[in-house]
């Protein structure tokens, strides 16, 4: 099983941004579909972008994001990135970081149970 490792969140104000990075391990790495998922307390996990596999050229994003997060990987560094721009107060939340095994370039997953490997989590936290 791929392990994912989640970095790159922190504390910044409402206008700023940030990237997240989530490092794989593995030599199959391009062979994977990735996504990014966030979670805030007590609510419920919910779908942020997803990338398909190889070169990751198909892409969504879930409305609440879409024009100020951009998804992105780099296979040759086992790493797929999310880079946050104008960050709102209501992005806050755990962000993880979420793969499975694709055979479609045009194959993306938007639900939680649809992935099989999961990063352990970093932190946005976004004052106004």
């Known amino acids: 099983q791929v392990q994912l490792v989640e970095s790159g969140g922190g504390l910044v104000q409402a206008g700023d941004s940030l990237r997240l990075s989530c490092a794989a391990s593995?030599?199959?790495?391009?062979?994977?579909?990735l996504g990014w998922f966030r979670q805030a307390p007590g609510k419920e996990r919910e779908f942020v972008s997803a990338?398909?596999?190889?070169?990751?050229?198909?892409?969504h994003y879930a409305e609440s994001v879409k024009g100020r997060f951009t998804i992105s990987r780099d296979n040759a560094k086992n790493t797929v990135y999310l880079q946050m721009d104008s960050l709102k107060p209501e992005d806050t939340a755990l962000y993880y970081c979420a793969a499975r095994l694709s055979t479609s370039a045009g194959q993306l997953f938007t639900t939680g149970a649809q992935y099989s490997a999961w990063g352990q989590g970093t932190q946005v936290t976004v004052s106004s």
């Open positions: 593995g030599r199959t790495f391009s062979t994977y579909a």
């Open positions: 990338i398909g596999r190889s070169a990751g050229t198909s892409t």
